[in-house]
C-alpha cells in the first residue's frame, strides 16, 4: 500500500519559520516529481513547490523565495524548508506525487498542519 506521512507542522508567528518532512512507503521516488501541496481553510488544493527525480524544482508564484524544497531520493523523503511565513500559508500541507490524481490532498496522507499567525 503507497502511504506518505507527513511531518513537522505547527502554530507560528508571521515571520517564523517551519520544515516539513514527508516520508513514503510503498513506492519510492527514483522516477517520480515529488511535490508539496497545501489547502487553506476554504481554498482550493494548491501546488507548493515540486522536485524531479533529477532535482529540477518549481515553485508556487506566492512563495516568492521564501521556500525551499529537498528530497533524499534514497531515503524516499522530501522536505520544505518554510520561512518567512504568513497568516495567507495556514492550512493542511501534504506531499504527493504529481500528475498522478487532480485533487493530491489528502489522498495519501494525513498531511500536517501549518498556522500563522499575524
Known amino acids: 500500500e503507497e502511504q506518505l506521512v507527513e511531518l513537522g507542522g505547527g502554530s507560528v508567528q508571521a515571520g517564523g519559520s517551519l520544515r516539513l518532512s514527508c516520508t513514503a512507503s510503498g513506492f519510492t521516488f527514483d522516477d517520480s516529481t515529488m511535490g508539496w501541496f497545501r489547502q487553506g481553510p476554504g481554498n482550493e488544493c494548491e501546488l507548493v513547490s515540486s522536485i524531479s527525480s533529477d532535482g529540477s524544482t518549481v515553485y508556487g508564484v506566492f512563495v516568492k523565495g521564501r521556500f525551499t524544497i529537498s528530497q533524499d531520493i534514497a531515503k524516499s523523503a522530501l522536505y520544505l524548508q518554510m520561512s518567512g511565513l504568513l497568516p495567507n500559508d495556514t492550512g493542511v500541507y501534504y506531499c504527493?506525487?504529481?500528475?498522478?490524481?487532480?485533487?493530491?490532498?489528502?489522498?495519501w496522507g494525513q498531511g500536517t498542519q501549518v498556522t500563522v499567525s499575524s
Open positions: 504527493a506525487p504529481v500528475g498522478i490524481v487532480e485533487i493530491p490532498c489528502g489522498n
